[in-house]
């Protein structure tokens, strides 16, 4: 192991189980910062990371997916996340877009105040630094 510190009591135990789940994760947050690291090097205006078993959920029609993310970073000139599938804990309304997302329902747009295990995401370049920053001391 390069780094055998970084599994001590990553899930409260040292369980082989527990150490197992958070070797995982580690390596999840390695590839990311990889593929962060490259989007920097390369000057790309924007990077999607997806995790190797990503799937759209059954209500997500892929070929909407573009035109919905083209429409976000028009509308919000602001953005530095665009969360594809996320684990939210907290959101504050945002708005609306002009496009069905559901049915006829209207696609409604949340900021995320607090969310874990990004399993699809669009990161901008005014955000890379900051993301690498933090994450990157760990290892």
Same mark, same amino acid.
């Given at each position: 192991?390069?780094?055998?510190?970084?599994?001590?009591?990553?899930?409260?135990?040292?369980?082989?189980?527990?150490?197992?789940?958070?070797?995982?994760?580690?390596?999840?947050?390695?590839?990311?910062?990889?593929?962060?690291?490259?989007?920097?090097?390369?000057?790309?205006?924007?990077?999607?990371?997806?995790?190797?078993?990503?799937?759209?959920? !059954?209500? =997500?029609?892929?070929?909407?997916?573009?035109?919905?993310?083209?429409?976000?970073?028009?509308? #919000? %000139?602001?953005?530095? &996340?665009?969360?594809?599938?996320?684990?939210?804990?907290?959101?504050?309304?945002?708005?609306?877009?002009?496009?069905?997302?559901?049915?006829?329902?209207?696609?409604?747009? !949340?900021? =995320?105040?607090?969310?874990?295990?990004?399993?699809?995401?669009?990161?901008?370049?005014?955000? #890379? %630094?900051?993301?690498? &920053?933090?994450?990157?001391?760990?290892?």
């Amino acid at each position: 192991q390069k780094h055998p510190h970084l599994l001590e009591g990553c899930w409260g135990d040292n369980s082989t189980a527990s150490l197992k789940q958070c070797a995982g994760q580690i390596g999840c947050q390695r590839s990311h910062l990889k593929a962060i690291e490259r989007a920097m090097r390369e000057e790309w205006p924007y990077v999607a990371i997806f995790e190797d078993d990503f799937a759209w959920q !059954s209500w =997500v029609d892929p070929s909407k997916v573009g035109e919905m993310v083209s429409r976000l970073m028009n509308k #919000y %000139k602001d953005w530095d &996340v665009i969360g594809l599938s996320l684990r939210i804990f907290e959101t504050e309304a945002a708005g609306t877009l002009d496009m069905a997302c559901q049915g006829n329902a209207r696609c409604r747009v !949340s900021r =995320v105040l607090h969310a874990q295990a990004p399993g699809g995401y669009i990161l901008r370049n005014t955000i #890379y %630094k900051q993301i690498f &920053v933090q994450v990157h001391h760990r290892f």
